[in-house]
């Protein structure tokens, strides 16, 4: 069974759909994945969702973040009741979820990477949508791609070292946050 770090790009916004209370109404464009078991990353459009269901079917843990919040509910509705395959009968580990059950509060990506890792997101998020509106394929599946490897590399290093360093409001110093995998 296979581990996969996931993230997901949408073709809309909560705006376009009435608000984030209708979440599930936001369709895909894309969807972000890198396998350990075949150590690869790969990136599927809305047409190939079939592969990602094989994919996730295989699974036997999901990691992300913010992916019980809003990578899942956004990709139920191509699986479950449609396809049959529940997305949350496999376990997963939410970065975000983790964080915010501990310290009360959310932290963006692209500042948790920037604190860990050096770097940040290649662009904002709502970006995402307009590479799909404009057709710039590429440029939506390596941003996509881009996410999922910062997600990957917070995850190895909290795996690796049991923490992660919190950046905190309106202050330079960060908060160590430790966590158990």
């Known amino acids: 069974m296979d581990q996969i770090i996931l993230?997901?790009?949408?073709?809309?916004?909560?705006?376009?759909?009435?608000?984030?209370?209708n979440l599930k109404?936001?369709?895909?464009?894309?969807?972000g994945v890198y396998s350990y078991k075949n150590d690869a990353y790969s990136c599927?459009?809305?047409?190939?969702?079939?592969k990602i269901k094989e994919i996730f079917q295989q699974s036997r843990l999901l990691i992300g973040f913010a992916i019980k919040r809003f990578d899942l509910?956004?990709?139920?509705?191509?699986f479950f009741p449609k396809g049959g395959f529940n997305l949350y009968d496999i376990p997963c580990f939410d970065i975000l979820e983790e964080i915010?059950?501990?310290?009360?509060?959310r932290v963006g990506l692209g500042e948790l990477a920037k604190a860990n890792?050096?770097?940040?997101?290649?662009?904002?998020?709502?970006?995402?949508?307009?590479f799909y509106?404009?057709?710039?394929?590429?440029k939506l599946k390596d941003y996509c791609l881009s996410d999922v490897k910062l997600t990957k590399d917070l995850?190895?290093?909290?795996?690796?070292?049991?923490?992660?360093w919190i950046p905190q409001r309106f202050s330079a110093k960060m908060l160590k946050w430790e966590c158990r995998i």
């Open 7 to 21: 993230d997901i790009e949408t073709k809309n916004s909560f705006a376009d759909v009435g608000g984030e209370e």
């Open 25 to 31: 109404k936001l369709d895909v464009s894309v969807v």
């Open 44 to 50: 599927f459009g809305e047409n190939e969702l079939e």
């Open 73 to 78: 509910p956004v990709l139920e509705k191509y």
């Open 100 to 105: 915010e059950r501990s310290l009360g509060r």
């Open 117 to 130: 890792l050096g770097t940040g997101k290649t662009a904002a998020s709502l970006e995402a949508i307009d």
């Open 133 to 138: 509106r404009n057709g710039e394929m590429g």
């Open 155 to 164: 995850y190895e290093l909290l795996k690796g070292h049991g923490y992660l």
